[in-house]
């Protein structure tokens, strides 16, 4: 009997725990239901609701955590489509494409022959994946291989077209060390320090591009002249917000501020959006306010906005760059702009055709084209930035042509 | 809707419940209550397909009130036939009514299911037909299979004597009530007919039903879908090893037991929290010593569908030699084919057909459940068949199927990377799999109080893990949601 009226209290006790769970978890997620409906309607309801509720779930991260956790205790190296390579470090799966190499080398060929056309430089900067050359990170059995490999041979190919190029994959992901040094574990992106290293070896490339002797180690570009502050355990990146922090654990993060005075103007679309130190105009301090799961801190260095630009009246160079980048640039453009007088920024997976970025170069004008980019361009479409069509102008650009050609003063 | 969704779990469900219990039964009223939510359930995903489903309600009622008319007509003598002699057959009106129930419930199923298959078989076996037979391309409804199933048990049920249900609502209740709507089990009439009306849910009922519940639904989200991504990348294309081609098949033998089963339980617990007792589904068919043991263990509601509405009034095995065989090749054939329109799921059940008829006729069942030794040997044969059946079951086509078996008996290497990455990466879910596909925790030493009450906390443990699953991952269909 005793032992019956045990095993009833338990179940009594499990079937209440359950219906506070589910009841609790459904009351809160009434509200983005009622956003669903209201939003799209009953004949779309169930669709809308599907595809936003697990993403409104109560306490998410929590859940996020507990998933990665329960697949590090049993061994497993993927979870939720990312996986934990030899050394620690989380990435995506990458698997083989031979297709996709000649066609980007095609179209990088052809924007920057058109830039050079209108008498503007161009250099094509190759940054680094998480990949280390000589190492074979993935775990045993899976398949062996290395974005970087891709981009080496992107970079070799345009150097065999006469384009300029800097390689700085061999620079920072040559071996394991330099993978755990200048890359986040949990993030796919690489630290502010090594983009910092990669801007002042930028600077050194355009200082022969453009003759410009202020762009040969320029003091700015010494870290001993920044200040570093580090927070710890403060990041959990991309790729840890989908894994949980007890999978792969917890970033630190650290940033950069000038200890000389800067005075920089940043730009969006021409119109004016903030103005003061290198701290309150370039970096972004709010994300490392919010919480650890919702906080993208590589976010500190910049937004991947479309078309900012920013004007440093103090700047040594009076250089104009137009770096045409994805997000691994955000920092290199910042710490830039404490050299250069004129340094805009576009992003081509914000463009809307490939010959968006030659209309930039049409209305910016700049002294020299950056295109700086990991290895993921190599494959995405968007950064196929010519369709080999002659560029037709908007009225917009052709109308700023005849005035100043200059959107940022 | 999935049991194992978002907006199942945390508003469908609670909300029902609510609504279910503050309802009095008078009047119908709970009854009238779930029959709404089980139309709501079925039409938040397929709006269209509801009104097939109604539209097979109706007609199943009126059908089986014509049988029973024209049944008790039959059986008052009111058409007394000089022919009413043994072995003659007496055509009544009851068994043409029947005929035409059975020939809609089967024109709806035929026409949803089977016509793009039939139509695209034609075509490619006669291609100079093809301006003739046009190639159709009609959407399953999803659960058709079930529930048809269930209409046909009830026509024929009245037929043999059960009476038919006169209120529309109750049977339309009992063929759509949305715990077993979209994957069984397959319920009885008579399995439910009291119970739809005269049903008292006690509080040890629902917390009953509540455990069954949660532990599906942990089946399904921690053990099914696990093995799922090791199935589905084994059979995406051929394997490039032996022991890939072994480990994926194994791991979809496991993931369609603990999708299917798992689904069960949510579906016998969610019943429970309704008040009804559904019968049980599956009984850790693994551990059959027989293929024909097998068949007593799956799919048990399906199993016995087949033997009391095709093999016995095909007259079973009481038939000579001959007969039998044909019986159990009818029987095995439309298993398959009820599984899927794709020639797969006929090979498969023709499999399945062969085994259990080679078994009957040598009375090997019997031999091996009396010897040790030849249990020893058979037990792992019947194993290997399941799993091999599974291969044919899972792969997309014959050919597709051919080459996954090919690389399993030695057409390709021994060992490669997906083989050495998977294996490692499933050891502890495939090692809870294996101690979950038996009937290891039932064990007597087990039964302690205190080790039951902590399974309970465990159980729970795994819900709160399940739902991490289930917030990461929101697409994981069911295996038989399909069928």
Same mark, same amino acid.
């Given at each position: 009997m005793g032992k019956h009226l045990s095993i009833r209290y338990a179940r009594a006790s499990f079937a209440l725990a359950f219906l506070v769970t589910v009841s609790v978890t459904g009351w809160k997620l009434l509200p983005a239901c009622r956003r669903s409906v209201g939003s799209v309607g009953i004949r779309k309801f169930p669709a809308a609701v599907q595809k936003e509720l697990p993403g409104r779930f109560p306490y998410k991260h929590v859940f996020v955590d507990l998933n990665g956790g329960a697949c590090r205790a049993i061994g497993r190296r993927l979870c939720n489509e990312r996986i934990l390579f030899k050394d620690g470090i989380l990435g995506y799966m990458y698997m083989p494409r031979s297709d996709a190499v000649g066609p980007y080398i095609d179209a990088t060929a052809d924007f920057a022959r058109r830039v050079e056309e209108r008498g503007v430089s161009f250099l094509y900067v190759q940054l680094p994946g998480k990949f280390a050359l000589d190492e074979d990170l993935m775990p045993e059995g899976v398949e062996h291989y290395n974005p970087n490999e891709e981009a080496l041979q992107a970079v070799a190919g345009l150097a065999e077209r006469g384009v300029r190029t800097l390689d700085l994959v061999r620079v920072f992901a040559t071996t394991r060390t330099d993978v755990e040094a200048n890359f986040f574990r949990t993030d796919h992106h690489w630290r502010g320090r090594a983009a910092f290293e990669a801007t002042g070896l930028v600077a050194r490339e355009l200082a022969e591009i453009l003759g410009d002797p202020a762009l040969r180690e320029p003091p700015e570009l010494d870290i001993g002249n920044w200040e570093k502050r580090t927070l710890k355990q403060a990041f959990l990146g991309s790729h840890g917000r989908r894994?949980?922090?007890? $999978?792969a654990g917890i970033d630190d993060f650290e940033y950069f501020t000038p200890k000389f005075e800067t005075d920089i103007q940043r730009y969006r679309a021409g119109k004016l959006q903030s103005q003061g130190d290198f701290e309150k105009s370039v970096l972004d301090v709010r994300h490392l306010s919010r919480p650890i799961h919702v906080r993208n801190a590589f976010g500190v260095f910049g937004s991947d906005r479309n078309e900012e630009a920013f004007f440093n009246g103090r700047a040594r160079s009076k250089a104009r760059i137009l770096v045409v980048k994805d997000s691994f640039a955000n920092p290199m453009v910042g710490f830039l702009s404490t050299v250069c007088r004129d340094v805009m920024k576009v992003d081509p997976?914000? $463009?809307?055709?490939?010959d968006d970025a030659m209309k930039c170069v049409e209305k910016y004008r700049p002294d020299a084209v950056v295109m700086v980019v990991n290895p993921t361009a190599v494959r995405n479409e968007r950064f196929r930035l010519s369709s080999g069509l002659p560029v037709l102008l908007s009225p917009l650009a052709c109308d700023k042509l005849s005035r100043t050609g200059n959107v940022a003063h | 809707m999935l049991f194992s969704s978002v907006e199942f779990l945390f508003l469908f469900l609670p909300f029902v419940l609510a609504g279910y219990y503050v309802l009095p039964f008078r009047w119908n009223l709970k009854n009238y209550f779930l029959l709404a939510a089980s139309l709501g359930f079925y039409a938040w995903g397929e709006p269209k397909f509801v009104f097939a489903m109604l539209a097979s309600i109706a007609f199943n009622y009126a059908a089986a009130l014509v049988i029973e008319r024209l049944r008790e007509r039959r059986s008052r003598g009111d058409r007394p036939t000089e022919s009413r002699s043994r072995g003659t057959r007496d055509p009544t009106g009851a068994k043409v009514a029947l005929a035409v129930a059975v020939a809609g419930n089967l024109a709806l199923i035929g026409v949803w299911k089977y016509c793009n298959f039939v139509t695209a078989t034609l075509r490619a076996w006669f291609p100079s037909w093809q301006g003739a037979i046009p190639q159709t391309s009609f959407l399953l409804p999803i659960g058709i299979s079930f529930f048809t199933f269930q209409a046909l048990s009830y026509v024929v049920d009245v037929y043999r004597g059960e009476r038919a249900q006169r209120n529309p609502l109750l049977l339309g209740l009992y063929i759509? =009530?949305?715990?077993? =709507?979209?994957?069984?089990?397959?319920?009885?009439y008579t399995t439910v007919r009291d119970q739809l009306t005269a049903r008292r849910t006690t509080w040890d009922q629902f917390t009953a039903g509540v455990f069954r519940f949660v532990v599906g639904f942990n089946k399904k989200m921690l053990l099914a879908n696990l093995m799922a991504e090791v199935a589905d990348k084994a059979f995406a294309g051929a394997p490039g090893s032996v022991s890939f081609a072994w480990l994926g098949a194994v791991c979809y033998t496991l993931q369609i037991y603990f999708d299917f089963s798992g689904y069960s339980d949510m579906a016998i617990g969610l019943g429970k929290m309704f008040g009804f007792n559904f019968l049980e589904?599956?009984? +850790?068919? +693994?551990?059959?010593?027989?293929v024909t043991e097998f068949w007593r263990r799956w799919h048990m509601s399906l199993g016995s569908w087949f033997r009391d509405y095709v093999y016995f009034p095909l007259g079973g095995s009481r038939v000579g030699r001959g007969r039998l065989v044909f019986n159990l090749a009818v029987v095995w054939f439309l298993t398959g084919l009820w599984h899927g329109a794709n020639w797969t799921f006929i090979l498969w059940g023709c499999l399945y057909g062969v085994l259990i008829t080679g078994e009957k006729l040598s009375g090997w069942v019997q031999k091996v459940e009396g010897s040790l030794v030849l249990r020893l040997f058979y037990q792992p044969f019947t194993m290997v068949m399941i799993i091999l059946g599974w291969v044919l079951f899972r792969a997309p086509s014959i050919g597709a199927a051919g080459h996954h078996l090919a690389a399993m008996f030695g057409a390709v290497p021994l060992v490669d990377g997906p083989a050495v990455f998977w294996s490692r990466e499933m050891v502890v879910p495939l090692a809870c799999a294996l101690v979950g596909s038996a009937p290891v925790l039932k064990a007597r030493f087990l039964s302690g109080a205190w080790l039951v009450a902590f399974g309970y906390g465990v159980q729970f443990a795994l819900f709160i893990l399940s739902i991490s699953c289930l917030v990461m991952n929101a697409h994981n269909p069911f295996i038989y949601f399909n069928f």
């Open positions: 894994t949980g922090r007890w $999978f997976r914000k $463009f809307s055709s490939p | 759509a =009530l949305f715990p077993q =709507l979209i994957a069984g089990p397959i319920v009885r589904n599956f009984n +850790y068919p +693994y551990v059959s010593k027989t």
